[in-house]
């Protein structure tokens, strides 16, 4: 009997139903794959003081919430201040409303030598004793934060939970060349900086 207008060939239905197993066995694969296939993720570090000068720096493109701090900040910079205080070094500009709020500082209050994080005071010492202190250990990851002051505290004074300040580059009033040993290093968060 003669096929009618239209209809296709038992060849044909063969022909287009390998097509259609193929190419979803091909989707179905390439779906489970993908998730697996290389990427390059770009890393990146912010590091402060640069080109050995305490000059503030801006890093507005990165992600607000940095992986990791950590800083060395030796405790002579203390004595760079003025006598009513000033800033060592913050990750949002000082005069922001919230640099408290959501930021690290590193501070005198012409008193105390305080490190603040988050609006909680993490650790702070007289500013009397600070000439037997070598240097303030910072480090900040998202499960604790640990403070010392080197020469005056026996061991680190550890903090659970996730403090991480909010971060738009380092900022101080310091002025002048770096002083020795003066360093914050800043692991930027860029899990979605990634190309194929």
């Keep these: 009997m003669p096929s009618s207008v239209g209809s296709i060939p038992d060849g044909g239905v063969r022909v287009a139903r390998v097509v259609a197993l193929l190419t979803g066995l091909a989707g179905f694969l390439l779906a489970v794959a993908t998730p697996l296939l290389p990427v390059n993720q770009t890393t990146a ?15 507005p493109l990165i992600s607000y919430l940095p992986l990791e701090v950590d800083a060395s900040i030796p405790c002579t910079v203390f004595d760079d201040l003025p006598p009513e205080g ?8 000082a005069d922001s ?10 501070r005198s209050t012409g008193s105390e030598a305080e490190v603040l994080l988050r609006n909680v005071l993490v650790a702070s010492q007289p500013l009397d004793a600070m000439s037997d202190c070598a240097e303030v250990r910072i480090s900040v990851t998202k499960s604790h934060v640990s403070t010392e ?7 680190p004074n550890i903090r659970e939970g996730n403090l991480m300040p909010f971060m738009v580059g380092v900022f101080s009033e310091l002025e002048g060349p770096a002083p020795e040993g003066l360093n914050i290093t ?5 899990r979605f900086t990634t190309t194929p």
């Design 45 to 59: 570090t912010v590091s402060w003081p640069q080109d050995g000068q305490t000059t503030s720096v801006e890093a």
């Design 86 to 93: 000033g800033l060592i070094a913050s990750t949002i500009p």
């Design 97 to 106: 409303p919230d640099s408290q709020r959501f930021g690290l500082q590193v």
């Design 149 to 155: 002051f080197t020469g005056l505290d026996d061991e």
């Design 186 to 190: 800043i692991e930027v968060d860029t």
